[in-house]
């Protein structure tokens, strides 16, 4: 009975996340060296979060008006909140998706929902400042509206929203907050000066403006951060798609002359003799099934060469999934290469044996080409079924003479046991290469 709830939990996680992503996540899909798709997002997310604003602010009005002896007006302004919400929700809606990739209209719309942010919460805080327990809590959303402007990551935008809210801030506390006129009472401002500067009003006013604007500068500081990690991210993926784009030319085209020139080593029905044989004297030989696996798929990995063919035509575009698409193909050509690489390992070899040109200095360097066993075992197939063969600079070989020339020169190149064991089981290899 647990585990299907907490199942459910996760479930309900993700679907969270998921929903978190779609509507408030900067990068949903957006391609961040796209300036223009960017703000768009942004202003998508900005628009959604006035939204939440909105039914904030006229929940905020309701309960107001149901919790205290209101008049009328105050209930036709709470009335009135939830059209003027869905109105200005479908304007800034409107006015963002007018056209997506203008830049010039989304900064339209970039500058109205800033307005907008700390317009609302002024007026927000004029309805409340003077109901007690109130205030407090309306006045946060001048710093609110500060934090949102702020999620543009612009810092023009946020340095103009700073100094209206300032400005707007100092009228609030002369006229709203603590009566500025009445405390005048007919002086004049020089004589009312400094019985001002003297009072308690005075410094909380003070107070308040300082610790906004320790608070802009702190937000600032954030945005400048931010702005320049990303421009710098942005840099980088820029440079990232650059070395791309090079990389797939350089990888298409090398793949091209390599496949051109070694077109006689995709023999499908050799590749796949060598891989039956190759099974069977790796499990004659006692490799683990997962090293009998990686080697079964290895032995005819190379005649997967179509899918890597043509990567140039594959590379349309540069983002994300083509950037995966590019390091799973360009892992599956190394291994295709590497594949090649023992094929021509094969050929090498017993071209030079037939012409007599093997020495010491070629054995070395053959040992040095892929000496792992699994490699040895698909090597020793192939060369069996190689020497059997016809070829261009040989004969076809008798399983007899085949047999005999590992007895003797061919046995450097392999491991003792792994010989030894092919030896033993010499005529399987007989009858599996009449039967194919």
Sequence with gaps: MDKPKKQSIFNLKALGKRIFAKFFGFE??????????????RNVVIKNIIFLSNIMYSIILFVLSLSSSSQIS?????????????????LLKKLINMDTTDRTKQM??????AFYIFFSSILIYARLYNIEYFETGAYILMYYAIVVISLYQEKRLLAG?????LALLTVIHLIWTYNFHGLVNGETIISFLPKFIRLPEFSDILLRTLLFILFYFVVYAIVSMGQFMQEERKKELVKRRQVQ????????????????????????????????????????YGLSQQKMDEMNAYAIIHLQYQEIKNLLNDMNAFDEKS???????????????KRMQLAQKCEDIARAHMEDTANEKFLKEMLLIQPEIESQIILLSDLYLTMRGLKSYKRPMSHKDVLKSFQTELSNYFDYDL????????????????NF
């Design 28 to 41: 949903e899909g957006v391609d961040i060296t796209n300036d223009v798709m960017v703000l768009y997002r």
């Design 74 to 90: 105050d209930w036709f302004l709470t009335v009135l909140a939830f059209p003027i919400t869905y109105v200005i929700n479908k």
């Design 108 to 113: 339209v719309a970039m500058y109205v929902a």
């Design 161 to 165: 929203s700073f100094q209206g809210l």
């Design 245 to 284: 784009g090079d990389f797939s030319h350089i990888v298409g085209d090398l793949f091209s002359v390599v496949f051109s020139s070694s077109y006689t080593l995709m023999d499908k029905r050799h590749a796949y003799q060598v891989q039956t044989m190759a099974i069977k004297l790796g499990d004659y």
């Design 323 to 337: 950037y995966d698409i590019l390091k799973e193909k360009t892992e599956l050509g190394s291994k295709i290469a």
């Design 419 to 434: 010989k030894e064991r092919f030896l033993k089981i010499h005529d399987e290899f007989n009858e599996m290469y009449n």
